[in-house]
């Protein structure tokens, strides 16, 4: 190249440098399928000023007219796992559940958090005991389950079984659940535990089969665009593989208390103030997140 072309090249691309980024244009064709909101981890109980707060928190989470329905992430009720929980405690923290949740007549999917079922029932074959139980006060069709909406596949997934993994007649399921779905249908999965998440590094937990799911998802990589936690009282967002995973806080904050040391305000856990999300999901399978603190 002759030395006066070479120079008059390289001053072209070092002007284009030079330029200020332009930033890539939204898509404002995108046709809306449904508005979502998610709640997770409410952990209400009927002591103190928990129910009226809790009601409050309902009414500014639904206070965006146009949500078609509720995903609602688990520990509904402030815990029936511990080993000190009579039957009476259960029964009177679903009862207020049952009246907090009565005040939106949206359908409400559900899924099961560790603290929702009654492990210390007298016998397994108690009514109440496990997960089954926690499945039927959550008005659930079973504890994991799949429906469809407007275009989108929604798989609700229940965690709770031995190193919180999907036990093998669940996991079948869900294979063939994402199997037989029709090529590019986009798809949301719920679990209350993270699937993947940068929060698990330092509190909580996550999936213990996340790289058998992380696999699954993979091959379904057309399907499966979006996967919604709770379990942390953290608000994280990671994206691998393209499938957004959030990690959508809690309503109850740090478990309706004042917050920990740590927080960075009232109510807060660690840095994450109490809070619900509401998704809009779009006919071409993307997603937006967005977490509102309360």
């Given at each position: 190249?002759?030395?006066?072309?070479?120079?008059?090249?390289?001053?072209?691309?070092?002007?284009?440098?030079?330029?200020?980024?332009?930033?890539?244009?939204?898509?404002?064709?995108?046709?809306?399928?449904?508005?979502?909101?998610?709640?997770?981890?409410?952990?209400?109980?009927?002591?103190?000023?928990?129910?009226?707060?809790?009601?409050?928190?309902?009414?500014?989470?639904?206070?965006?007219?146009?949500?078609?329905?509720?995903?609602?992430?688990?520990?509904?009720?402030?815990?029936?796992?511990?080993?000190?929980?009579?039957?009476?405690?259960?029964?009177?923290?679903?009862?207020?559940?049952?009246?907090?949740?009565?005040?939106?007549?949206?359908?409400?999917?559900?899924?099961?958090?560790?603290?929702?079922?009654?492990?210390?029932?007298?016998?397994?074959?108690?009514?109440?005991?496990?997960?089954?139980?926690?499945?039927?006060?959550?008005?659930?069709?079973?504890?994991?389950?799949?429906?469809?909406?407007?275009?989108?596949?929604?798989?609700?997934?229940?965690?709770?079984?031995?190193?919180?993994?999907?036990?093998?007649?669940?996991?079948?399921?869900?294979?063939?659940?994402?199997?037989?779905?029709?090529?590019?249908?986009?798809?949301?999965?719920?679990?209350?535990?993270?699937?993947?998440?940068?929060?698990?590094?330092?509190?909580?937990?996550?999936?213990?089969?996340?790289?058998?799911?992380?696999?699954?998802?993979?091959?379904?990589?057309?399907?499966?665009?979006?996967?919604?936690?709770?379990?942390?009282?953290?608000?994280?967002?990671?994206?691998?593989?393209?499938?957004s995973y959030y990690c959508n806080g809690s309503m109850s904050g740090f478990?309706?208390g004042k917050g920990d040391k740590e927080s960075a305000g009232a109510y807060?856990?660690?840095?994450?103030?109490?809070?619900?999300?509401?998704?809009?999901?779009?006919?071409?399978?993307?997603v937006t997140n967005e977490y509102t603190p309360l």
């Amino acid at each position: 190249m002759e030395r006066r072309k070479f120079l008059q090249s390289s001053l072209a691309i070092g002007a284009a440098s030079a330029l200020p980024a332009m930033a890539a244009q939204p898509n404002t064709n995108k046709k809306a399928a449904l508005t979502i909101a998610h709640i997770t981890d409410v952990h209400i109980h009927g002591k103190d000023d928990v129910p009226a707060r809790a009601d409050n928190y309902l009414a500014k989470a639904l206070s965006n007219k146009s949500i078609d329905f509720i995903l609602n992430g688990g520990d509904s009720i402030f815990d029936a796992s511990y080993d000190n929980v009579t039957r009476d405690m259960v029964t009177e923290q679903w009862a207020v559940w049952d009246r907090f949740i009565a005040k939106t007549n949206l359908d409400v999917y559900s899924c099961i958090g560790n603290h929702d079922p009654w492990w210390k029932a007298p016998s397994a074959n108690d009514e109440m005991y496990g997960v089954n139980y926690a499945a039927k006060r959550l008005k659930m069709p079973n504890r994991y389950y799949s429906f469809d909406k407007k275009g989108w596949h929604f798989i609700i997934l229940d965690g709770n079984n031995a190193g919180t993994k999907l036990d093998a007649e669940q996991m079948a399921w869900l294979k063939a659940d994402l199997e037989k779905l029709p090529a590019k249908t986009p798809t949301l999965l719920m679990s209350h535990y993270p699937i993947l998440s940068s929060t698990c590094a330092w509190s909580g937990g996550q999936h213990g089969d996340y790289k058998e799911l992380k696999a699954l998802f993979y091959q379904h990589k057309d399907k499966v665009k979006v996967c919604l936690s709770g379990h942390q009282h953290l608000q994280d967002t990671v994206a691998y593989n393209g499938v957004s995973y959030y990690c959508n806080g809690s309503m109850s904050g740090f478990w309706w208390g004042k917050g920990d040391k740590e927080s960075a305000g009232a109510y807060y856990y660690q840095e994450t103030p109490p809070g619900y999300a509401i998704l809009h999901l779009f006919e071409d399978g993307t997603v937006t997140n967005e977490y509102t603190p309360l």
